[in-house]
């Protein structure tokens, strides 16, 4: 039992690992422009990224100074999503649950309901967060055995935003 246990966290553990990547990626492509401006809040966010994976207790305290700190309301609940994956990390992974909720509610009411009607962000930071919420979500899931299908549907969403994403870095 205890053997399954220690499997299902070091699981757990590298499958947001995964979520910390995709998130990453995504807002590492943006215009070279946008990569210029924001190379020190990216090196911050790696930074973050690799304190929630370690997690490094000083982490917390370093996401609610980001919250406190940031500039616009995107970069605010990028804070707050990494907030849900340091607590799905923990023995408190239930504290998640509704950062998750909040993270996902705001990027699909974004862009005047764009989110509503095709599915997807219409821009790449929101497709960004709304991957990563999912993905949280997704792991999250997966820890409590949850309902397998309703996972695979998750990282199958996450799929399609990260498609999106690139779709409207390369096109849009």
Request: net charge neutral; aromatic share 8%.
């Amino acid at each position: 039992m205890t053997k399954t246990n220690s499997y299902i966290n070091k699981l757990l553990k590298i499958t947001l690992i995964g979520c910390l990547a995709i998130i990453a990626i995504a807002i590492q492509s943006c215009t070279s422009k946008q990569r210029n401006e924001g190379t020190a809040y990216d090196n911050s966010m790696r930074w973050l990224d690799d304190s929630i994976a370690a997690l490094a207790p000083s982490a917390p305290q370093a996401i609610e100074h980001g919250m406190r700190e940031a500039n616009d309301s995107i970069t605010y609940y990028e804070y707050k999503l990494r907030m849900a994956m340091y607590y799905s990390l923990t023995d408190h992974p239930e504290r998640a649950d509704t950062l998750i909720k909040n993270v996902k509610a705001f990027a699909a009411r974004q862009d005047d309901g764009f989110y509503a009607v095709n599915g997807t962000c219409a821009s790449p930071r929101l497709n960004s967060l709304m991957a990563g919420a999912k993905a949280c979500e997704a792991a999250r899931d997966m820890s409590i055995h949850r309902d397998p299908r309703h996972i695979v549907e998750l990282y199958n969403k996450i799929e399609c935003q990260v498609c999106a994403h690139n779709s409207i870095q390369f096109f849009g």
